[in-house]
C-alpha cells in the first residue's frame, strides 16, 4: 500500500527555519496532489498547505507568507520549508495524500520555543 514518511521536525526557537520531507512510496507520485497538515496538544488536526501534480499551491491563512510547500517528483517528495516559526506552530506535522483512500504519514515533531 502506499507509504508516505516524513522526516525533518525537530526543536527549533522563535524565528528560526525548518524544512520537512516527506517520501512516498508505492503511489504515481507525479500524478498526486499532496498536502501537509499539523495537529497541536489539544486541538483538531488543520490543514497547512497542498500541492497539485501541476505544481500550483495554496496554504492556510496562518503559514502564507511564511511556509513554502514544493516536490520533486524525480524523488518521490514533497517538501514544506517553514520560515519565521511561531510557538504556535508547534504541533505534530503529517503529509497527506489520496489514493482510493486516505493515506497519512506517522507524523514529525516540530517544537517552536519562545
Known amino acids: 500500500q502506499v507509504q508516505l514518511v516524513e522526516s525533518g521536525g525537530g526543536l527549533v526557537q522563535a524565528g528560526g527555519s525548518l524544512r520537512l520531507s516527506c517520501a512516498a512510496s508505492?503511489?504515481?507520485?507525479?500524478?498526486?496532489?499532496m498536502a501537509w497538515y499539523r495537529q497541536a496538544p489539544g486541538k483538531q488536526r488543520e490543514f497547512v498547505a497542498r500541492?497539485?501534480?501541476?505544481?500550483?499551491?495554496d496554504y492556510a491563512d496562518s503559514v502564507k507568507g511564511r511556509f513554502t510547500i514544493s516536490r520533486d517528483n524525480a524523488k518521490n517528495t514533497v517538501y514544506l520549508q517553514m520560515n519565521t516559526l511561531k510557538p504556535e506552530d508547534t504541533a505534530v506535522y503529517y503529509c497527506?495524500?489520496?489514493?482510493?483512500?486516505?493515506?497519512w504519514g506517522q507524523g514529525t515533531q516540530v517544537t517552536v520555543s519562545s
Open positions: 497527506y495524500t489520496w489514493n482510493l483512500t486516505n493515506v
Open positions: 500541492i497539485f501534480s501541476a505544481g500550483s499551491t
Open positions: 508505492r503511489i504515481i507520485f507525479s500524478i498526486s496532489t
